[in-house]
């Protein structure tokens, strides 16, 4: 009897060691924050894409949530429906070009054409609101955060947690927006130009990214806090069916109409 508890045990232990071996690191050794993020960037990479749910908090433009699709790395796109509190909107990015779902007046206005389109390149002012769009797959993109922070941010492991019935380990990285950027090396150079100037025109200086990895290494749920000239912005996006098909195309062309000719009173923001 002495001799089967004991193999019992030596079975248990060896379980226990080669669980903590998988999840921890070599020897059962408690990866780094580092190697945590560098593990995580490369698992999200792979998958590409995840449908997203999302909530801000703007101290200029005040509160908004949505939900949608976001697709990262050599062709990032985004196609949400935001909720601002004044009505919903549908925004659309693709290859750095805005499109929003224009309002029932509008579509009369321009002859049944149902999208707004912003292209920043094109634009000699500028529409403010879709400008900040123009980035925002960029700015979502987990693998981005997790390589760039890896690299330049100031990194703390801050426990396990669990967002509703998924087990995750909770790390916080902090750095300053020129840092973050400037390491986020899945960016063209046109692309980190674009992703640095709007962090500026909302006079952020450093960014705090709170992120929940689970047990497959992928990115659950990251928080986002920048600060910026009037406090605080703060976005919180939930990741899930990470690695789903997404195809998000352009509006057609004869169902689009240039955002300055929706309201050209606002058509430098």
């Given at each position: 009897m002495r001799r089967i508890r004991t193999a019992v045990a030596v079975a248990a232990a060896a379980a226990l060691l080669g669980g903590a071996t998988a999840c921890g690191g070599d020897g059962g050794r408690e990866r780094t924050p580092q190697e945590a993020f560098q593990a995580s960037a490369k698992v999200m990479a792979a998958a590409g894409a995840a449908k997203v749910a999302l909530v801000r908090q703007d101290p200029a433009d005040g509160p908004s949530s949505g939900s949608g699709v976001l697709s990262w790395g050599s062709k990032p796109a985004?196609?949400?429906v935001l909720d601002r509190g004044s009505g919903e909107v549908a925004v659309r990015t693709l290859d750095g070009?805005?499109?929003l779902g224009a309002d029932a007046a509008q579509t009369v206005r321009m002859g049944g054409r149902r999208w707004m389109k912003f292209d920043p390149e094109k634009?000699?002012?500028?529409?403010?609101?879709?400008?900040?769009?123009?980035?925002?797959?960029?700015?979502?993109?987990?693998?981005?955060?997790?390589?760039?922070?890896?690299?330049?941010?100031?990194?703390?492991?801050?426990?396990?947690?669990?967002?509703?019935?998924?087990?995750?380990?909770?790390?916080?990285?902090?750095?300053?927006?020129?840092?973050?950027?400037?390491?986020?090396?899945?960016?063209?150079?046109?692309?980190?130009?674009?992703v640095l100037g709007a962090y500026?025109?909302?006079?952020?200086?450093?960014?705090?990214?709170?992120?929940?990895?689970?047990?497959?290494?992928?990115v659950v749920q990251e928080r986002k806090t920048c600060k910026v000239a009037k406090g605080e912005a703060i976005t919180s996006t939930r990741y899930s069916e990470i690695g789903t098909e997404v195809n998000i195309q352009a509006p057609l062309p004869d169902d689009t109409f240039d955002l300055a000719d929706a309201d050209p009173g606002n058509a430098t923001g």
């Open positions: 985004l196609d949400l070009v805005v499109y634009s000699s002012g500028g529409n403010s609101e879709a400008a900040g769009y123009s980035t925002w797959s960029e700015q979502l993109d987990p693998v981005s955060d997790l390589a760039a922070l890896a690299e330049v941010g100031t990194l703390q492991r801050l426990g396990e947690e669990r967002l509703g019935d998924v087990h995750t380990v909770h790390y916080r990285g902090t750095a300053t927006i020129r840092a973050l950027v400037g390491a986020t090396g899945d960016l063209t150079a046109a692309q980190r130009v674009s500026l025109r909302q006079g952020a200086t450093s960014v705090t990214a709170d992120i929940w990895i689970n047990d497959k290494d992928e």
